[in-house]
C-alpha cells in the first residue's frame, strides 16, 4: 500500500468529547483531509478535542504542524485538547521537536495541564 492511499481519520462525538482517530501515515499529501475533519470540532468549546495516534504509522513536519495549530486554537479558545495513544515511534519525533511538553496527554495516570506555545 503507497503512503498516499493509507490514511483515514474516524470521528466520535460524545456528551464529554469530539474524538479523531488517526491511522496509517500523514503526511503533506494528506494534511488537508485531516484540516477538513479537525475544522468542524476546533471551535466547539463544550467538549474536550481529542487526537487519538494508536493507528498512526507515520507523521511528517506538515501533519505536526497541524498538531500544533490545533494546540495554538484550542488554546486561544480555553478549550481542552488531549493526544492520547501516542506510537513509542511517535513519540519519540514529538520528544525530538519539542511539542511533547505542550500536549496534555491521556495516556499516564499524571498527565498534566497542556501549557501555552508563545508564538
Known amino acids: ?47 474536550k478535542l481529542v487526537l487519538n495516534l494508536r493507528e498512526l504509522q507515520y507523521i511528517d513536519s506538515t501533519g505536526i504542524g497541524v498538531i500544533v495549530s490545533v494546540l495554538k486554537a484550542r488554546d486561544v479558545l480555553k478549550a481542552p485538547f488531549a493526544v492520547e495513544d501516542i506510537p513509542p515511534k511517535i513519540k519519540r519525533l514529538f520528544d525530538l521537536t519539542g511539542i511533547t511538553a505542550f500536549l496534555q496527554t491521556n495516556d499516564s495516570e499524571s498527565a498534566t495541564q497542556a501549557r501555552t506555545i508563545n508564538g
Open 1 to 47: 500500500m503507497d503512503r498516499s492511499q493509507s490514511f483515514g481519520v474516524e470521528t466520535q462525538r460524545t456528551e464529554l468529547a469530539n474524538t479523531v482517530y488517526l491511522q496509517g501515515e500523514l503526511d503533506l499529501s494528506k494534511v488537508a483531509e485531516l484540516r477538513c475533519a479537525l475544522d468542524t470540532f476546533i471551535a466547539d468549546t463544550t467538549r
